[in-house]
């Protein structure tokens, strides 16, 4: 429906007066609408056109104009039906005349449809509007709501007093509706349910609202019952008249009767106190117990109390009680030959072996399990490939495997050290002291095997001859080739040798990343490691990136008891025990990096005794699970799976004051006061940044120390950021902000970190807010061009890492349709920047905002255009930059004519056409154009785009087709 509205009003929008409306209305859906419940869409659907008096259509490209939307009795005057108080507001765009509103959307604006339909149908639609939310005009006349033609159709089936129907003419006198089948093969109802359906499918009720015939949404079907709990349930008393038959047409006596042949007499009967008919081989279930050929056999001793037996028949008219097999359903137990089962499943036998898995012969077992009451051994015995308990090829020990073992486990040890093994006494670096360990010293220390054990223990000295800080030694293995991916497990044997309170030690044993001629006295920036110092217990430690994490076991160092220490680590949890019982229980923390096997004893403080450990064996197993199996000749391929942060950028070691305070993707800026100093940063744009605290980088340059952390500057880190400049999309640059070390969007050219490679808007669902590294900012004064609001929100995102002064203005041209783009701080770090040609301060217009400064490097342009939207506009045609062209059916080759085709342009070019070969330039000439060719001549007339862009060098001529052009 088309309607057209004059009416004399005058109204400002901005600088120019307008004296005349006019509007045309286009409904789309104005149709009764239906009683609808809470869960009806109650929402109306407006589009109209709105043109001053002259009929010029108004907007241009986009202008807001307010309006107004009620319900009246009458085409004029008349009682105002919706809404009850004065309508809100619709803020509408109104774009070449057209505008479209959604009546009844609270999320356009608050006034709820309400309104019913079913009673009052003579309605009109009254519209208001206005271009500055202060004065509106009425538009006239109004305009009668009326039914869309298919929405007639709904009223047929509204169930008022008069009779509905679907598919007749005829419905059932005393039904309200009736749905009748047209042919004999359409289905005259179908409910589907939608996918995760948890309401019920069908219902009927009562008058009282009682539940009589109910269809869940899993298919069950209840009789007086709202949720059946099988696929039939009735929750009322039942009787089927005549019995239920199962495999015959009738019944005779019993309630439940079924047969599988024709003779008389239930197969299966079960009833109650009446008299059963059952076949001479039947069984009769009555009373609680079984009956075989009529008689009752067990009188209910055989399925009582708590556990369950399940009896066997063992000839004539008995059944064995003997629980041969018995269940404990309060406890889910099972138990073979066992009358109480103690576990899931309890097998008890006096017969040798208890479980046999073998070949149809049972010549050779497969698996055999038995057991022994001599022997000191422990008395169960396994067997693989193997079945007799004794002799020559029995089962003699705990594990017996007849043929070859292979597990995805490595593993290595120093079990016994001794005096004969290499030396009594060693002080320099050895490789190979016991097995695969080697020694590790700094200038003093020391390996002392025992003299006269033989095998026994070896002690470690750190300051043998004059102790002094920072000397140690450790066995260890000499690179860092275990992750906790592999979970490693690590077991040592060992005690204290000397702990003296004068000289503060460091004992660590378990993991570290500190490389074979590391410095023994200082912790790890990562490691997994059992340690004590100047306290006499043992203290659990999880370290990564120098973040720690560490929990006090509670158990006390030895200098005379050797002591267990095992570490078992996955890459959710570390386990530590001391002597079989978990101590100590970590997750969080766990590097991600390779890591050594290191027992350590160090001086960090003092010099009047050395540190030493006696050790008596060292282990360590790694889980390496085979990548895949080879099915041909070809080499078995291994693949790993990529991790985007794990050696991806190249960091320097810098000193600090307090490391703690360094957390991951921390922004630093260089200190005052020395060289190789790094702080928090806490100013927007920080031409300062130096880089981001990096968790796993490839490579650290410099030496790192107690009190360095390393700064990743070149590559991909995980750094932190926030919302205070706005939500990050991936290809946003980010820079500093005021939140100490945290990051936020760059808006404008100036000294940026890097390139967001994901995106950061928990809004969305994109990315997610860290408690730990939200800051409220309060009593901050920034320059216009930072939103303060998003600071109680920060991440960690993954940034490419490239600090510097970056140009780009993809996010100023971008923020056009947000407002003014202030660019004053952006021209103050310009000016410090050398450019070849200066630096050029250049309004930009884009229709009729305009920025109040850009700055622009090295920007030619003669026919191009970027548009508002940040659309780059291209000249077309003959000699233009873009142009299309086709290859002939049959040809192999074609020449573009163009004469701004220079020799170091670049041309693109995409087929419009599915070919079977590739196009490619084959041949550029200056000033004449270009060839596009393909290996065989097409079989149809190919069509192709072209673009051709100049690029040229400080040194190079330009091309005599395509002058350079002047700053």
Request: hydrophobic share 45%.
């Amino acid at each position: 429906m088309n309607i057209r509205f004059l009416s004399i009003f005058g109204l400002g929008i901005g600088a120019v007066a307008i004296a005349f409306f006019a509007a045309v209305f286009i409904l789309w859906f104005f149709a009764p609408l239906p009683a609808l419940g809470a869960a009806g869409v109650r929402i109306i659907s407006y589009q109209g056109r709105l043109t001053n008096a002259n009929g010029d259509l108004l907007g241009s490209n986009g202008t807001t104009f307010y309006f107004k939307f009620s319900l009246h009795s009458a085409t004029s005057g008349g009682t105002k039906l919706w809404p009850e108080g004065t309508p809100c507001t619709h803020s509408l765009n109104v774009k070449q005349g057209v505008f479209n509103a959604n009546i009844g959307d609270v999320l356009e604006c608050p006034d709820t449809l309400d309104f019913d339909f079913i009673s009052k149908n003579a309605i009109w639609l009254e519209v208001r509007v206005s271009s500055d939310n202060v004065t509106f005009e009425t538009l006239s006349p109004r305009q009668r709501v009326n039914a869309a033609a298919f929405a007639l159709v709904a009223d047929t089936v509204i169930a008022t007093s008069t009779q509905s129907r679907l598919g007749t003419t005829s419905p059932i006198s005393t039904s309200l509706l009736t749905i009748e089948a047209t042919t004999t093969s359409v289905i005259p109802l179908s409910i589907r349910a939608s996918p995760g359906q948890v309401a019920d499918l069908f219902k009927i009720q009562n008058a009282a609202g009682a539940d009589l015939f109910t269809v869940s949404g899993y298919g069950a079907v209840g009789i007086a019952s709202s949720t059946p709990g099988a696929g039939f349930g009735v929750a009322t008393s039942t009787y089927i008249i005549g019995g239920l038959g199962v495999g015959r047409a009738t019944t005779t006596d019993g309630v439940l009767e079924t047969v599988s042949n024709a003779i008389i007499g239930g197969f299966l009967n079960v009833s109650g106190n009446a008299t059963s008919t059952f076949n001479a081989n039947g069984v009769n279930l009555r009373g609680g117990c079984f009956a075989i050929n009529g008689a009752c056999v067990g009188a209910g001793t055989i399925n009582s109390g708590s556990i369950n037996r399940l009896a066997y028949y063992s000839g004539g008219t008995a059944l064995d009680s003997a629980n041969f097999l018995a269940v404990n359903a309060a406890s889910s137990l099972f138990g073979v030959g066992s009358t109480t089962p103690w576990g899931a499943l309890s097998v008890q036998s006096t017969v040798d072996p208890i479980v046999v898995i073998a070949t149809s012969s049972g010549a050779t077992a497969i698996l055999s399990v038995t057991s022994t009451s001599t022997g000191a051994l422990d008395h169960a015995r396994i067997g693989i490939g193997v079945n007799t308990a004794s002799g020559s090829g029995g089962i003699r020990d705990q594990l017996t495997v007849a043929g070859r073992i292979y597990s995805t486990w490595r593993y290595l040890s120093c079990d016994f050290f001794g005096a004969d093994m290499i030396g009594l006494n060693i002080v320099a670096d050895t490789a190979h002291v016991c097995g695969p360990l080697a020694f590790d010293e700094d200038s003093d220390g020391q390996l002392n095997n025992t003299a006269d054990g033989n095998p026994g223990f070896t002690t470690i000295k750190g300051g043998a001859a004059t102790p002094s800080a920072g000397e140690g030694s450790a066995i260890r293995t000499w690179y860092t080739f275990v992750a906790a991916t592999s979970s490693p497990t690590t077991e040592v044997m060992l005690r204290i040798s000397n702990f003296r309170a004068t000289t503060t030690k460091l004992y660590m044993i378990g993991f570290t990343d500190i490389a074979g001629g590391g410095d023994t006295a200082t912790l790890p920036s990562n490691g997994i490691f059992f340690a004590a110092s100047s306290t006499n217990n043992w203290i659990a430690v999880v370290r990564s990136g120098n973040n720690e994490t560490r929990q006090d076991t509670g158990v006390a160092t030895s200098t005379t008891a050797f002591q267990k220490l095992r570490i078992e680590v996955t890459p959710a949890t570390v386990y530590f025990l001391i002597d079989g019982d978990v101590v100590a229980q970590i997750s969080t923390n766990i590097p991600a990096v390779n890591m050594a096997l290191a027992v350590s004893a160090a001086i960090t403080t003092g010099g009047s005794s050395s540190a030493a450990l006696d050790i008596a064996s060292i282990r360590l197993w790694i889980d390496d699970p085979p990548s895949g199996e080879k099915t041909s000749g070809e080499p078995a391929k291994i693949f790993q799976q990529l991790d985007l942060i794990r050696g991806a950028d190249i960091a320097e070691a810098y000193l600090v004051g307090d490391p703690w305070q360094f957390s991951e993707g921390k922004i630093v800026v260089n200190e005052d006061g020395g060289a190789g100093k790094v702080k928090l940063a806490q100013e927007p744009y920080d031409p300062d940044m130096a880089g981001a605290i990096s968790t796993s980088p490839y490579m650290v340059m410099g030496m790192s120390a107690e009190n360095t952390v390393e700064v990743g500057l070149l590559g991909r880190v995980p750094v932190a950021a926030s919302l205070i400049n706005g939500p990050i999309r991936r290809g946003d640059r980010i820079t500093s902000s005021v939140i100490p070390g945290i990051g936020m969007r760059a808006s404008r050219p100036g000294y940026v970190l890097g390139r967001a490679l994901e995106g950061f808007n928990p809004a969305a669902g994109i990315g997610t807010c860290d408690d730990s590294l939200a800051e409220t900012v309060s009593s901050v004064v920034v320059s216009g061009e930072i939103d303060l609001a998003g600071a109680e929100c920060a991440g960690i995102i993954l940034v490419d890492l490239r600090p510097g002064f970056d140009l780009g203005i993809g996010n100023m041209i971008r923020q056009f349709k947000e407002g003014m783009v202030t660019a004053v701080s952006a021209v103050d770090d310009l000016a410090d920047e050398a450019f070849e040609t200066g630096a050029e301060l250049i309004k930009l217009t884009a229709g009729k905002i305009v920025t109040q400064t850009a700055v622009i490097k090295n920007l030619f342009a003669k026919a191009l255009s970027v548009l508002p939207g940040g659309t780059i506009s291209l000249p077309e045609g003959v000699n233009q930059i873009v142009g299309e062209d086709v290859l002939p059916v049959g040809a192999t080759s074609i020449l573009v004519h163009n004469n701004k085709v220079a020799s170091t342009s670049k041309i693109f070019i995409t087929p419009l056409t599915v070919i079977d070969h590739p196009l490619a330039v084959s041949e550029v000439r200056a000033g004449e154009g270009f060839i596009v060719s393909t290996a065989i001549p097409v079989s149809q007339d190919t069509i192709f785009s072209w673009m051709i862009i100049y690029s040229y060098r400080a040194a190079e001529e330009a091309s005599a087709a395509v002058p350079a052009p002047s700053p």
